[in-house]
């Protein structure tokens, strides 16, 4: 079993800046890889951004790419989410989630692929 918990969520106006974190605990050694996802009122979750567990590896949506950065931070078994330039269009509550099974980081932009999630946390950007 592996336990995620997110953090750092608020409130920042537009063109501001917000880092998200995701702690990780439990068998942390089976994770492979931790994905950012976000989820708007009224619409689907989608994909934010991935890091592989070593933190060599990266993938961005479209969306984010350019503003916002994940990283690992190996020694503290937590995943970091930095987002700059931060406009309305980011609110959401984002959730951090992990993946314990063999696969590509392509694959990685699917909801379905992941094994464990986080409780997700707000975040609003004001214009």
């Known amino acids: 079993q592996v336990h995620l918990v997110e953090s750092g969520g608020g409130l920042a106006q537009a063109g501001g800046s917000l880092r998200l974190s995701c702690a990780a605990s439990?068998?942390?050694?089976?994770?492979?890889?931790v994905g950012w996802f976000r989820q708007a009122p009224g619409q689907e979750r989608e994909f934010v951004a991935v890091v592989s567990w070593s933190g060599a590896r990266t993938e961005y949506a479209d969306a984010v790419k350019g503003r916002f950065t994940v990283s690992r931070d190996n020694a503290k078994n937590t995943v970091a989410l930095q987002m700059n330039s931060l406009e309305p269009e980011d609110t959401a509550v984002y959730y951090c989630?992990?993946?314990?099974?063999?696969?590509?980081?392509?694959?990685?932009?699917?909801?379905?692929?992941?094994?464990?999630w986080g409780q997700g946390t707000q975040v609003t950007v004001s214009s």
């Open positions: 989630a992990a993946e314990v099974d063999w696969n590509t980081i392509a694959n990685m932009r699917f909801q379905r692929m992941y094994d464990y």
């Open positions: 439990g068998r942390t050694a089976t994770i492979h890889y």
